[in-house]
């Protein structure tokens, strides 16, 4: 059990949950969120226990416990998942490759949308494949393959996504929900290079949001056709678990859908189709042509 994690999640989760979701007055209050007597009420379960769970004293909490905590904390399925793993997390299986990997298939199958942008990334939000038009809508993204720390670390983010805050804090949450080991290593060090060089990372983390990407619509501001808007669906790659594949698509007939497809002449232009297929980003260890 990782009771400093589930010390941290509890905090963090009670500091989001306003009196009057449940319908008490709010009254003055020096912090944000619910009382840690609240809290035990709506948990059923004695302060002095609901104290111990926070300060990590209480290491075997029940299954009854955790659903009354999560109803309480108003976690959806997924972040009431994360709080039971954190209390009983998984056994280890065989280890996986030190390196995630697109498979050929699927590679082969974003070669075949020409007309939508489509990539590929693993469980650490790392682009593990993309397809000429997809390149070309993130080409703000440089050389670069790490999307969580380019969307904290690199200015362009900022520029592109329209409504950065909400793209970043999705960013910080689907991390955090596709990995509920909180001690994987290269969790731990990703999670504490963000956290020093960018102070937004570090404020969104201890929000300990846990929301996997699903789909949804965002806003963008390319550099060469201005401003887009994109809806996107979100799947699981059920043959390698924790990879995702993400398509983007325009409304049909919209000024959106135009610019989309001159996007893609642009890029067609300046990389022949002989050239520029769908790349798995690790064969050579960058993006080709530098782009995502």
Known sequence: MHTKRLSEFLRARRALVRPEDHGMPAGVR?????????????AGVST???????????????????????????????????????VDPPRPGRPGPAREYAGPQLVSL???????????????????AVNSLGEALFSWLGSGTSLITAMFLEPAARE???????????CVAALRAANPAPDDRRLQD???????????????????EVRAKSAS??????????????????????????????????????ADEES???????????????SHDVHDVHDEGHLPHDLP
């Open 30 to 42: 020096r912090t944000p969120g619910l009382r840690r007597e609240e809290m035990a009420v709506l």
């Open 48 to 86: 002095d226990y609901y104290v111990r769970l926070e300060q990590g004293r209480e290491r075997n909490p029940s299954p009854q416990v955790l659903r009354a905590l999560a109803a309480a904390l108003l976690l959806r399925d997924e972040e009431a998942a994360y709080l039971r793993a954190l």
């Open 110 to 128: 974003l070669d075949t949308w020409v007309d939508t942008p489509a990539l590929v990334y693993g469980r650490y939000l790392d682009l593990l």
């Open 160 to 170: 592109f996504y329209r409504d950065w805050p909400v793209v970043a804090q999705g």
């Open 190 to 208: 990703l999670v504490g290079e963000l956290s020093v060089r960018s102070p937004d990372f570090a404020r969104m983390w201890a929000r300990h």
């Open 217 to 254: 619509t965002k806003r963008f501001r390319h550099p060469l056709v201005g401003e887009l808007t994109l809806g996107f669906e979100t799947f699981s790659v059920n043959s390698a678990p924790g990879q995702h594949l993400v398509v983007y698509r325009a409304e049909a007939g919209s």
């Open 260 to 274: 989309l497809a001159l996007l893609g002449s642009l890029a067609l232009a300046e990389f022949p189709p002989d």
